[in-house]
C-alpha cells in the first residue's frame, strides 16, 4: 500500500501524559499536512510542513503541541500534558509539489483516534 | 475569517432518488473548492474538485458539482443514488487569502444514509 500511513491507529491515555503519533506521507510528496477532527466537526488544520520546514501553524496548536518532520519524510506530532479536549481524530495528509500550492490535491491517512481519560 | 458551511448534517435517501448537498463558503476571493467523502471505516478521499473554467464539475462515481460564484456555493448532486453512497462527505476550500499555505477549511459534514 503506497497511501498516506499513520500510527498507532487508536491510543487511549490518561490526563497528563505525553503522546506522541507518527505519520507517513506518500512517497516524494513534499507537503504535509496536520489537522483535527472532533466528533460532529469537519477536519480543522493544524501545521504544515513543506520538506523539513514547518511554515504554518495554526492556532489551535497551543504550546503544548509541536511537530516535526526532521528530514523531509515521516512526520511526528507530540501532545505533552494531555487534556481531555485533545480527545479527537489526528489526520495527515500529504500532497506534491508540482501542484501549485493553491490547487494541490491531498491525500489523508487513516487518522490516530485519540482518547484522554 | 474564512468558513464553509453544509445546511444537512444528515440526509436520508431511498436509493434511486436524487441527491443534492449544499455548501456555502465564505470568502470573496479565489478560493479552490473540494469535496471529499469518507465512506463507513475508510479515510477521506478526494470526490471532485474546481479550480477555474466550466463551473459544472464531475467527479468519480457519477457525482457532479457545480459553482455558482455570486452565490458563494458549490453544491454536489448525483441523479440517482446507491446504498453504497452511504458516507459522510465533505466540502472544502482553499483560499489566497492571508498567506494561506494551502491548507484546506472543512465544512463540518454532512452524513448522507441511502436505504436500499
Known amino acids: 500500500d503506497t497511501g498516506v500511513s499513520q500510527d498507532p491507529r487508536h491510543k487511549i491515555t490518561k490526563r497528563g501524559q505525553n503522546v506522541t503519533f507518527r505519520c507517513d506521507p506518500i512517497?516524494?510528496?513534499?507537503?504535509l499536512y496536520w489537522y483535527r477532527q472532533t466528533l460532529g466537526q469537519g477536519p480543522e488544520f493544524l501545521t504544515y510542513?513543506?520538506?523539513?520546514?514547518?511554515?504554518?501553524k495554526s492556532r489551535l496548536l497551543s504550546d503544548r503541541f509541536s511537530a516535526e518532520r526532521p528530514k523531509g519524510s515521516f512526520s511526528t506530532l507530540e501532545i505533552q500534558r494531555t487534556e481531555q479536549g485533545d480527545s479527537a481524530m489526528y489526520l495527515c495528509a500529504s500532497s506534491p509539489l508540482r501542484a501549485g500550492i493553491f490547487r494541490n490535491e491531498q491525500f489523508f491517512g487513516p487518522g490516530t483516534r485519540l482518547t484522554v481519560l | 475569517a474564512q468558513s464553509v458551511s453544509q445546511h444537512n448534517h444528515h440526509v436520508i435517501l431511498s436509493e434511486a432518488a436524487s441527491l443534492e448537498l449544499g455548501c456555502n463558503y465564505s470568502?470573496?476571493?479565489?478560493?479552490?473548492l473540494f469535496w471529499y467523502v469518507q465512506y463507513p471505516g475508510q479515510h477521506l478521499q478526494l470526490l471532485l474538485k474546481?479550480?477555474?473554467?466550466?463551473?459544472l464539475v464531475k467527479g468519480i462515481k457519477g457525482f457532479e458539482a457545480e459553482f455558482i460564484k455570486s452565490k458563494f456555493s458549490f453544491n454536489l448532486r448525483k441523479p440517482s443514488v446507491q446504498w453504497s453512497d452511504t458516507a459522510e462527505y465533505f466540502c472544502?476550500?482553499?483560499?489566497?487569502?492571508?498567506?494561506?499555505?494551502?491548507?484546506?477549511?472543512f465544512g463540518k459534514g454532512t452524513k448522507l444514509s441511502v436505504k436500499p
Open positions: 510542513f513543506q520538506n523539513e520546514a514547518q511554515l504554518e
Open positions: 474546481y479550480f477555474s473554467g466550466d463551473p
Open positions: 470568502y470573496g476571493g479565489t478560493v479552490n
Open positions: 512517497s516524494e510528496h513534499n507537503r
Open positions: 472544502a476550500v482553499i483560499t489566497t487569502y492571508g498567506g494561506s499555505q494551502g491548507n484546506l477549511i
